[in-house]
């Protein structure tokens, strides 16, 4: 068989699927992917296929997340966990630098980043534009993170197309899926049909050609693509959520007295689940963590949130005291300022925040009520 180039399809049939991970260890890949952990699917590192969701999925909802197992042995049967891979690109608790006392002055050493190169197995469409989105954050302006951005030219990007839709997904509102497009080195499209279970893979990047290079593969069949896109359609056409994005930038910037706010804050309980679980939130806070000796100190870097009230404290005062204004800030960001900001919205569609949020409370229902509710109605439906 010819050498694979982008572009090219091949077929990978299930028994030999342990041979994909096998390949990516000889090519110095640390692997990365779903995992049935605490009652969830999480990404973790991995050591074989043994280790995927075989047989899993999730039902989610409004504050409602629960594994069932499925009819058959998908090894991607799910749709999308509390964690995303921010985690690995932009850790929630990183060390920035170190300063060490030299004299009478201190000495400052970035911290290097270590570790293998990493292989992202089961990224699916919205999560590949959620690294997208931080990337803009992170490199996309006149000063890069080097963390990030070292991290980030170590990864292999291996996408899994969405074979279903949750009930909080709606990333065909946003155009981030379910279909994978582009921005991943291989594309892989699992296919259940009545005793045979096979994987399509097409060839995204020079990168995943040379990962497949030692890989038993098969000509793809006529059909094979057609089927693909047939899986595709039918998570598309099963999404849980819609967004109406039309002209939401100046929706939303044009209604920040909405008596909306007021109801949804409410309800909001400022936890944070929302940011936390969100794969484009970047908020952080710094602080540094000097030796008792005071002969070298730490600035560390931790994930933080719009929805904490010291997030915006200036001259110790809350800039965003209200429960109201924080929520506000949060949704008039992502959906619209976003825009002004890195030319994207800060959502795609991926529902984690409707799903683990504790009250349940769904974005794409409070975009539509500031829509279409009257402030009248707004303001009785908040009396009740």
Request: glycine content about 10%; some cysteine; overall charge neutral.
């Given at each position: 068989?010819?050498?694979?180039?982008?572009?090219?399809?091949?077929?990978?049939?299930?028994?030999?699927?342990?041979?994909?991970?096998?390949?990516?260890?000889?090519?110095?890949?640390?692997?990365?992917?779903?995992?049935?952990?605490?009652?969830?699917?999480?990404?973790?590192?991995?050591?074989?296929?043994?280790?995927?969701?075989?047989?899993?999925?999730?039902?989610?909802?409004?504050?409602?997340?629960?594994?069932?197992?499925?009819?058959?042995?998908?090894?991607?049967?799910?749709?999308?966990?509390?964690?995303?891979?921010?985690?690995?690109?932009?850790?929630?608790?990183?060390?920035?630098?170190?300063?060490?006392?030299?004299?009478?002055?201190?000495?400052?050493?970035?911290?290097?980043?270590?570790?293998?190169?990493?292989?992202?197995?089961?990224?699916?469409?919205?999560?590949?534009?959620?690294?997208?989105?931080?990337?803009?954050?992170?490199?996309?302006?006149?000063?890069?993170?080097?963390?990030?951005?070292?991290?980030?030219?170590?990864?292999?990007?291996?996408?899994?197309?969405?074979?279903?839709?949750?009930?909080?997904?709606?990333?065909?509102?946003?155009?981030?899926?379910?279909?994978?497009?582009?921005?991943?080195?291989?594309?892989?499209?699992?296919?259940?049909?009545?005793?045979?279970?096979?994987?399509?893979?097409?060839?995204?990047?020079?990168?995943?050609?040379?990962?497949?290079?030692?890989?038993?593969?098969?000509?793809?069949?006529?059909?094979?693509?057609?089927?693909?896109?047939?899986?595709?359609?039918?998570?598309?056409?099963?999404?849980?959520?819609?967004?109406?994005?039309?002209?939401?930038?100046?929706?939303l910037l044009k209604n920040l007295d909405h008596p909306r706010w007021e109801v949804v804050a409410r309800r909001c309980l400022s936890c944070t689940n929302c940011t936390m679980v969100c794969p484009t939130c970047f908020c952080s806070t710094q602080e540094e963590?000097?030796?008792?000796?005071?002969?070298?100190?730490?600035?560390?870097?931790?994930?933080?949130?719009?929805?904490?009230?010291?997030?915006?404290?200036?001259?110790?005062?809350?800039?965003?005291?209200?429960?109201?204004?924080?929520?506000?800030?949060?949704?008039?960001?992502?959906?619209?300022?976003?825009?002004?900001?890195?030319?994207?919205?800060?959502?795609?569609?991926?529902?984690?925040?409707?799903?683990?949020?504790?009250?349940?409370?769904?974005?794409?229902?409070?975009?539509?009520?500031?829509?279409?509710?009257?402030?009248?109605?707004?303001?009785?439906?908040?009396?009740?």
């Amino acid at each position: 068989m010819d050498p694979l180039k982008v572009g090219d399809r091949r077929v990978l049939e299930r028994h030999d699927f342990p041979s994909l991970f096998r390949a990516l260890h000889e090519k110095g890949y640390q692997v990365v992917g779903p995992t049935v952990r605490d009652g969830a699917i999480v990404y973790d590192r991995l050591s074989g296929v043994e280790e995927l969701p075989i047989g899993w999925t999730d039902r989610q909802g409004p504050g409602k997340y629960r594994l069932e197992r499925r009819q058959d042995e998908a090894l991607f049967g799910y749709v999308v966990g509390p964690f995303s891979w921010k985690k690995f690109l932009y850790p929630s608790h990183e060390r920035l630098w170190t300063a060490t006392r030299d004299g009478t002055s201190f000495v400052v050493a970035p911290e290097p980043v270590d570790g293998p190169p990493l292989a992202f197995l089961g990224m699916r469409a919205c999560e590949l534009a959620g690294v997208d989105v931080q990337d803009r954050v992170f490199m996309g302006g006149p000063v890069v993170d080097p963390g990030y951005a070292a991290r980030r030219r170590r990864i292999l990007r291996i996408a899994v197309q969405c074979g279903q839709a949750g009930g909080s997904c709606f990333c065909v509102s946003m155009g981030t899926g379910p279909g994978v497009r582009q921005g991943a080195d291989l594309i892989v499209t699992e296919v259940l049909e009545g005793k045979r279970h096979y994987f399509l893979i097409e060839v995204g990047s020079p990168e995943g050609a040379a990962v497949l290079a030692d890989v038993p593969l098969k000509a793809a069949a006529a059909d094979d693509p057609a089927k693909a896109e047939a899986i595709v359609e039918r998570a598309a056409g099963a999404m849980g959520r819609k967004l109406d994005t039309e002209g939401i930038h100046d929706l939303l910037l044009k209604n920040l007295d909405h008596p909306r706010w007021e109801v949804v804050a409410r309800r909001c309980l400022s936890c944070t689940n929302c940011t936390m679980v969100c794969p484009t939130c970047f908020c952080s806070t710094q602080e540094e963590v000097p030796d008792l000796a005071v002969e070298k100190v730490e600035r560390w870097r931790r994930w933080d949130s719009c929805f904490n009230l010291g997030l915006t404290e200036m001259h110790g005062q809350a800039v965003r005291k209200s429960g109201l204004s924080r929520y506000r800030q949060w949704l008039t960001h992502k959906l619209a300022s976003w825009h002004d900001q890195f030319g994207t919205s800060g959502c795609v569609g991926c529902g984690r925040c409707i799903t683990w949020c504790p009250v349940g409370i769904d974005l794409t229902e409070e975009v539509a009520a500031i829509r279409t509710v009257t402030p009248a109605l707004a303001t009785s439906e908040g009396k009740k």
